[in-house]
T-cell receptor, first 112, second 118 residues
Framework: DAKTTQPPSMDCAEGRAANLPCNHS???????VYWYRQIHSQGPQYIIH???NNETNEMASLIITEDRKSSTLILPHATLRDTAVYYC?????????????FGTGTRLQVFP | GAVVSQHPSWVICKSGTSVKIECRSL??????MFWYRQFPKQSLMLMAT?????????EQGVEKDKFLINHASLTLSTLTVTSAHPEDSSFYIC??????????????FGSGTRLTVV
């Protein structure tokens, strides 16, 4: 069974905020929410991760609901280069030996 | 930051031949690396976990005799597709992390290798 549910695709105007939702209603107490993205024909890129507090870095913000059953990745000012497939993954804290399993993700298209 | 280099970026080979793909961690040591395969318009599928100095662990349904993995050092893992056939044509991607501290950075992925078997 899939641990996360994401919309298959979304559009966003350049310069606007892109808000990508993810449902993870069966998340366990020790599981984190990780976000990666994959630009066409490249390897995935780590974006951000969090446990229960909202997180922000130079790439994005992660908002996790209080019940932790869903989260939103926010790209505050989307650019054309943000066009990619975004993957939301729930997992226990990743150490070097833990597998990272990808779901189907959301294909974000940023348009001019 | 952590860099994972993958080589070659693309390769075309004849059916029945073998192809080797290299994955190197350039500025850190990785006792564990992972190999994925991705078909067009599909998500990444984990193939195997590569362990330095020991045998790889393969996911269910992945033929270990066809996809040979060698992790001879802390910075290099190789995936060899043996007796390649057109259905093996895919995008192969490796990943690694700096170990227990990797949780702060996530996993770093190579740029991928596009294999076309003709």
């Amino acid at each position: 069974d899939a641990k996360t549910t994401q919309p298959p695709s979304m559009d966003c105007a350049e310069g606007r905020a892109a808000n990508l939702p993810c449902n993870h209603s069966t998340i366990s107490g020790n599981e984190y929410v990780y976000w990666y993205r994959q630009i066409h024909s490249q390897g995935p890129q780590y974006i951000i991760h969090g446990l229960k507090n909202n997180e922000t870095n130079e790439m994005a913000s992660l908002i996790i609901t209080e019940d932790r059953k869903s989260s939103t990745l926010i790209l505050p000012h989307a650019t054309l280069r943000d066009t990619a497939v975004y993957y939301c993954i729930v997992s226990p804290l990743l150490r070097g030996t833990d597998k990272l399993i990808f779901g189907t993700g959301t294909r974000l298209q940023v348009f001019p | 930051g952590a860099v994972v280099s993958q080589h070659p970026s693309w390769v075309i080979c004849k059916s029945g031949t073998s192809v080797k793909i290299e994955c190197r961690s350039l500025d850190f040591q990785a006792t564990t690396m992972f190999w994925y395969r991705q078909f067009p318009k599909q998500s990444l599928m984990l193939m195997a976990t590569s362990n330095e100095g020991s045998k790889a662990t393969y996911e269910q349904g992945v033929e270990k005799d066809k996809f040979l993995i060698n992790h001879a050092s802390l910075t290099l893992s190789t995936l060899t597709v043996t007796s390649a056939h057109p259905e093996d044509s895919s995008f192969y991607i490796c990943s690694a992390t700096q170990g227990a501290g990797g949780a702060n950075y996530g996993y770093t992925f190579g740029s991928g290798t596009r294999l076309t078997v003709v």
